[in-house]
């Protein structure tokens, strides 16, 4: 083909390249009855409707996802995840009761997560993938639990210094904290921010690695650099406007005027509104769609790839239509809004492949099913997958 | 399976759909014939022909969109080539859809869901989740309150310190207190009542100005402000702690935090898909609303504090005026009265030398206790104690 990728990649062999386009068919009017339906029935049994309200959901969604042509199926069963579901929220509920009783309790119970996390991470997906088919074919997810630990390692090795701190900071507000506690506090949170980049892109190595579709398995060639650039623009940003508006207090004293009167003030406590606006509704859709380009543009094998082309003025706009109709309509829009996203962010992907996906043969049939990863994916707000 | 042929030759009536199989397999696609027959599903391709109970098969939902999947029991699909046409066999056979899927194709049942979801959700929200929260609060046991009040004091600590107030002032309120509380707990003891543990905590504090807080656990907090704002007349003090000992009684700041515990949850789970901030606005209306209730029910219970100790309801106006004037004028209401002065000046008529700057009222006495803004208004609660006294 023509554009440049295929030069890039050698692989690629022009004439028998077959480009195989994703397309969403969900309706928003049709996701809305979906909804409302299942909110009525999870008020009634007061949440326990839950798994089957999720499997409908999904259910829909996949329904609605034609790759080349042809729809994407879940498989879950609503009694199974809800099994899942009970284990999760008795493990959130301990690790919160653990936070009340002390700050050692909390210690061991954040170290006991840290244990599992990598587990439910890596079921999580397996049970997401294992649960998809494809023209009569189940997805696999082929990580293994070592590679799960190995990759979620550095991150738990960063958030522990911060909790184990949390046991130096005395309970009395007026006895105050030694003063290197802020210092290493300080210095543990520039860690974090410096080494951030390098764990998401381990944590997104291992999910594009080992996504697999019959013998096809998909490898992940973003590199470190990519994520880095994607972190620290937007951070850059931030931290610019932030400077811009201390910058300005500086010289509003420094001219010898007095402490910033009333409008001053008022001025100045816009700026973190705005801040928080900007995040919300500028740096969110373009790191979306940045980071979508990013992953899935360099997953892929040998013998096809994605091609994610996701632009940020279009996510922009429609973040911005979302944002602004969910609230006037008090939510209700919110179905209209999640279809309307699916379709932008699914359509800008299409795959590029050498290999007939007509003729693919299944592996041996494995069906991993551990809901509990799926629930804990919901619970505790991560992103699998697309 | 010998005798499909067989079996499929008298098939004659049932409708024939064109479908396309797929084994679980291959990737590949077969054109199919499919039809139901007898409670039996069977599918006829150039290299499959199989018959499977119907009631085995994952037949998929009917919705607009989309294509349908049915999934067969040995890791087989059927796909519809033309959706409708799908439909349109399955209610031949007499497949019907499932009640939910019925709901949802029905935009006539959906705005029915949606009215009765917003009915059950405001009945939930005003009595529902008032009842729930006082049956759960009575049911803590009284070792876990006192837990949670200790929290409580060990944070209001950071912002008091020990009372200002000579000890004698400290002990004429004390001691004032004891003598009402001991004629309400006879009062209460007759009826068969035991009241919860309580004690009085006087102290200062530059936050929160001229306050009363009843903490979960039985503390009730008096700042040195109320005392110097009430001009240490120790029964309007005796009407605001009969006040707080009511919310002790009804067990009010339990209730408030099972209220807030349950609310987080609900709209988490409600809004939850939606957006953090969209979450948090219930809670925050639900908590002004439900003290509101709170105040009412302890302002009743005031009266009867205050009657079993033969002090007339009406003396909690004062305090109200007393309010009022402190909004207008500040803390110069707090200093110490003229000598002179009777106890209670008509305080409509005592103008303050230097109005106090706009807001400074609002943020003295506009976050906790008694000056909160859910409240009820103090003309209403004026008029319940002088409805009282009658």
Known sequence: ?386 | MWAFEAVTAMHTSPRRLAVRYFDGRSSRAQAAVAWLHDGELYVLGPTVRLSVPAKQVRWPERTQRGPRVARLPEGGSLQSVDPAAWDAWLREAGRGDSAVVRLQQSWRAVFASLALLVLLTVAGYIWGLPWASREVAHRVPDSVEARVGEVVLAQLEGFTRPSQLTEQEQRAIEQAWEKVLAAHRAAEAARGVVLRPTRLLIRHSEDIGPNALALPGGAMLLTDDMVRLLQHDTRVIAGVLGHELGHVQHRHGMRMLVQVSVMGAASSLLWGDFSGILATVPLWLGQAHYSREAERESDAYSVQVLRASGIPPTVMVTLFERLALFERCGDEVLKAPAPDSPPSVPPAAAACKAPAPTGQGDEKGGRWGLGFASHPANEERIAFFRAAAR
Request: with cysteine.
């Open chain 1, 1 to 386: 083909m023509e554009s440049p990728e295929h030069r890039a990649e050698p692989s690629f062999d022009a004439t028998s390249v077959r480009r195989l386009p994703i397309e969403f068919t969900g309706s928003g009017g049709e996701y809305f009855r979906i909804w409302i339906v299942n909110m009525l029935l999870l008020l009634v049994t007061l949440g326990l409707y839950w798994p089957w309200a999720k499997v409908r959901r999904l259910r829909y969604f996949w329904g609605n996802t034609l790759v080349d042509g042809d729809p994407l199926d879940f498989h879950g069963e609503p009694g199974q995840m809800f099994k899942g579901w009970a284990l999760v929220g008795v493990l959130f509920l301990l690790y919160n009761w653990a936070g009340s009783v002390s700050a050692l309790a909390d210690v061991v119970a954040f170290v006991a997560l840290g244990l599992l996390w990598p587990a439910l991470w890596r079921s999580s997906m397996a049970f997401r993938l294992g649960n998809t088919s494809w023209r009569g074919l189940r997805f696999r997810f082929v990580g293994s639990m070592r590679e799960a630990y190995a990759s979620l390692l550095p991150l738990f090795l960063v958030a522990l210094p911060l909790v184990l701190l949390g046991l130096w900071v005395p309970d009395e507000p007026e006895a105050p904290a030694p003063d290197w506690v802020g210092w290493v506090f300080l210095g543990v949170m520039a860690l974090a921010v410096c080494v951030l980049p390098w764990l998401l892109w381990r944590m997104k190595a291992y999910q594009h690695r080992h996504y697999a579709l019959g013998p096809l398995q998909t490898d992940f060639r973003a590199s470190v650099r990519a994520f880095y650039g994607l972190v620290l623009k937007p951070l850059g940003l931030v931290l610019l406007l932030v400077g811009l508006a201390v910058g300005l207090v500086v010289v509003q004293l420094g001219t010898g005027l007095e402490w910033p009167g009333k409008e001053m003030m008022g001025a100045l406590a816009i700026v973190p509104l705005l801040l928080v606006l900007l995040v919300v509704f500028g740096v969110t859709p373009w790191w979306t769609a940045r980071l979508q380009n990013l992953v899935w543009t360099k997953t892929g094998n040998s013998q096809m790839r994605f091609i994610s082309r996701l632009s940020f003025r279009s996510m922009l706009w429609l973040s911005l239509k979302n944002g602004l109709l969910t609230a006037i309509t008090l939510g209700l829009y919110w179905p209209f809004a999640a279809v309307a996203m699916a379709r932008l962010r699914l359509e800008a992907v299409h795959i590029r492949s050498i290999v007939d996906l007509e003729s693919l043969l299944a592996a041996d049939h494995q069906r991993p099913a551990e809901a509990a990863g799926e629930a804990a994916g919901d619970f505790f707000g991560m992103d699998v997958g697309l």
